[in-house]
Every structure is written in C-alpha cells, then in structure tokens.
C-alpha cells in the first residue's frame, strides 16, 4: 500500500506501550517536549465503545512554534505535531502527520523551510522508536 504524501507511518515489532514510551523518548531526544497524550481507547471505552488501542501524542518545541506562528496565527489549526502510536489488526504502528504540509496549507507563509526541518525531526522521531 502506497503512503500518503501527508502522513509518514511504520509497523514496529514493539508493543502498544513500549512503542507510546519509544515515541516519548525519542521526541525528547530531538529537543521536543510531549504537550499531552491522548488515549483515545480509554475515552471511547469510558463511552460505552470498543476500539483498538490508539494514543494521541502531541509534541512540539518553542523555537519552531514561535516562528510559524509569527507568520500566521492560523498554523495553530495544525499545532502541535502528532505522532500516533495504534494497533491494527494484531499490528503495531507509528504514524505522524508531516509538517511538510504546512506550507501547502499556508504558502504565502513560506514555510518550507522550518517544515523540512521540522519533518526531518518527526521522521527521525518516528524511526528511532521503531
């Protein structure tokens, strides 16, 4: 299956949680801070829904949030990165949204160049946890 330009997903052979703990400790290894972790399986099932396990973490780090929020107040729309760590069928996965899409959400912001900084950063991220 061919992945999307807007997304940069892995399988990894670690568990639910030790792929949740790889993320956080990846992301602070690249000079970013998790902001909050939602855990989606809990607040569905605290709903009455069954779902596979699903974590939300959001990341982000100062400098980078600071200069693109400089450029338009409306980036914040897309703030802060996501990183997603779930279970699909008996699979564990990694996914995050690329920042490379910021700039074509917002190209009078001219934002390629912190995006690719940015995007090599949530890749690495996303690798390293593998």
Known sequence: MEQPDFSYTVTTARDFE??????EEATAAQGMKVQHVHDVQA????KGYDSDPLKII?????????EV??????????MP?????????GKTY?????????AQFFPHARL???????????????????
């Open 81 to 89: 990165c996501k990183i997603n760590v779930y279970v699909r069928d």
């Open 43 to 46: 607040t569905l099932r605290s």
């Open 18 to 23: 030790a792929a949740v703990k790889a993320v």
């Open 94 to 102: 990694i996914s995050a949204l690329r920042p490379t899409m910021l």
């Open 69 to 78: 929020l400089a450029k338009d107040i409306l980036i914040s729309l897309m």
């Open 58 to 66: 959001e990341i982000c780090n100062a400098r980078y949030a600071h």
């Open 112 to 130: 390629e160049e912190v995006a690719r900084e940015v995007d090599t950063k949530i890749r690495t991220i996303v690798e390293a946890a593998r």
